[in-house]
């Protein structure tokens, strides 16, 4: 039977790994990366390969890299885009392990954040083994994610004593998530919706590449820094050609920590 381990890689620093990512990296016998295309986009696979290097060194392991096959954003059919965009990845990946996954090797898979957490990774696995497309014994190691790494640059809980958080994306944000909830965490954003909705009173703690070198936090009440912090997100942008980053808007009285027009320069 192969194996094909699910590594948490956390925000992309090798030293956010955990002790279980690091014992099953060294198990693997080939690595598979799907290289986002784009400027810029080339980081995404230097940090996995940085962890490598950190933690297997060079020679005793395989490297196999494919193209990540673009998702259509030009339809608003999102359910639908996302359906073709994942079967797409599966048969990249089917692909990959057939090839250069042989009876009883270990694959592995670097998964950036934690692969539970607004990732493809698993449900596209799954699917391949319902239909029977791979036979492989799945393993899932979980990551300290960004949402963690966030909470902890800016020093604060995510939710209040007893309290609720909401965990969801920038378009579900813009169509209203966020109304009724004291404590949202929003993900996948990088278009700063939070500078298009109401920003009643919210405060906002945002970070954008948490656990690496160009790492950038900011906060304040949302009404005050919205606007500038929209503009570094833009400016980011313009300067790596990608920006992941995440925020959380919660209720409560935030005094700005950075001017964020400043951040990063």
């Known amino acids: 039977m192969r194996t094909l381990y699910l590594i948490g890689m956390g ?4 030293e956010y790994l955990t002790t279980q990512a690091i014992e099953a990296l060294r198990k693997v016998d080939v690595f598979f ?5 784009g400027r810029g986009k080339d980081a995404l696979a230097e940090a996995r390969l940085r962890i490598l290097d950190a933690w297997r060194g060079p020679g005793n392991y395989r490297v196999v890299k494919a193209p990540s096959p673009p998702r259509d954003r030009a339809t608003e059919d999102y359910l639908d885009v996302v359906a073709d965009w994942h079967a797409r990845k599966a048969e990249i990946l089917a692909d990959l392990i057939a090839e250069h996954l042989s009876e009883g090797e270990a694959g592995g898979v670097l998964v950036w954040g934690d692969p539970a957490l607004y990732d493809s990774s698993i449900s596209i696995l799954r699917k391949l083994q319902d239909d029977g497309r791979v036979q492989i014994a799945l393993q899932v190691i979980p ?4 949402l963690h790494l966030l ?3 800016h020093a604060i809980p995510l939710h209040a004593i007893g309290g609720e958080l909401l965990v969801t994306t920038a378009r579900r944000l813009l169509a209203g998530a966020a ?3 004291d404590a949202v965490a929003v993900m996948l954003d990088s278009n700063a919706a939070f500078n298009t909705i109401d920003p009643e009173d919210f405060d906002i703690y945002w970070g954008a590449y948490l656990g690496t070198e160009h790492e950038i936090v900011a906060s304040g009440p949302l009404r005050e820094v919205g606007p500038a ?3 570094t997100v833009a400016r980011e942008k313009q300067r790596h050609g990608w920006i992941l980053d995440i925020y959380l808007l919660r209720r409560g009285g935030a005094k700005p920590s950075i001017d964020p027009v400043e951040a990063g320069r």
């Open 143 to 146: 990551a300290v994610s960004s």
């Open 11 to 14: 925000p992309g620093g090798p």
């Open 179 to 181: 109304r009724g909830h």
């Open 151 to 153: 909470a902890a640059r």
């Open 229 to 231: 912090l929209a503009e």
């Open 33 to 37: 990366i799907l290289e986002k295309q």
